[in-house]
């Protein structure tokens, strides 16, 4: 189970990265590539991510090993629909915030940061579950490393992946529903690995 548990750290990252770099491709048709939507992009989604971490280990702290995981489900799979429902949103987006002044630096900032947020906050609800369980299991703060590690190289992963195959092959939209899917395939294993019965809390 612990190598199932970094396994899907790293997924977790993998779906991090590629779905910021992903967003910035479906923004850009809206409202331009640029330092701006970039910075919104990744500064909305760098911060939801933060708030997640916070709700994520507090629900860890209060939390045994089955309620973790089962939790960390959840998130993965509000992640997933967040990011398969984000290409869905932008025409409506478009309308209500860029179409009065498709100019206005603060409507561009808005438009790129907003569909982030969601999925950045449940993804990082799941991070600080999936490393609170590896250290349970693991009774050994070695194993931190490897999940670090881990995250690590499912954002690089992620990053070139997405970048030079997934947004060339398949395109903006599929890439993200691909994203979603590894996502969903993430909490279905975590779920699946669950303890059957609810155990004490763990530190």
Known sequence: ?????????????????????????????????????????????????????????????????????????????????????????????????????????????????????????ALGIATPLLMTAALALSRSHAVAGLVYGAGATGSVCGVLCVLWWWLDVLGTRATLLGIALVAVIVAATLAMIAPARPQAALA
Do not use: K, Y
């Open 1 to 121: 189970m612990l190598a199932v548990l970094i396994l899907a750290e790293g997924l977790t990252a993998f779906c991090a990265l590629g779905f910021e770099i992903a967003m910035a491709r479906l923004v850009a048709p809206h409202a331009g590539m640029s330092t701006d939507t970039w910075t919104a992009i990744i500064a909305a989604f760098l911060l939801a991510l933060a708030l997640g971490n916070h709700i994520g280990g507090r629900v860890a702290a209060a939390s045994d090993l089955r309620q973790r995981l089962c939790v960390a489900a959840g998130a993965m799979l509000m992640a997933a629909l967040a990011i398969a429902a984000a290409p869905l949103a932008m025409p409506w987006w478009d309308a209500a915030i860029l179409s009065a002044a498709p100019a206005t630096p603060w409507r561009i900032v808005t438009f790129a940061a907003a569909p982030c947020l969601p999925a950045g906050l």
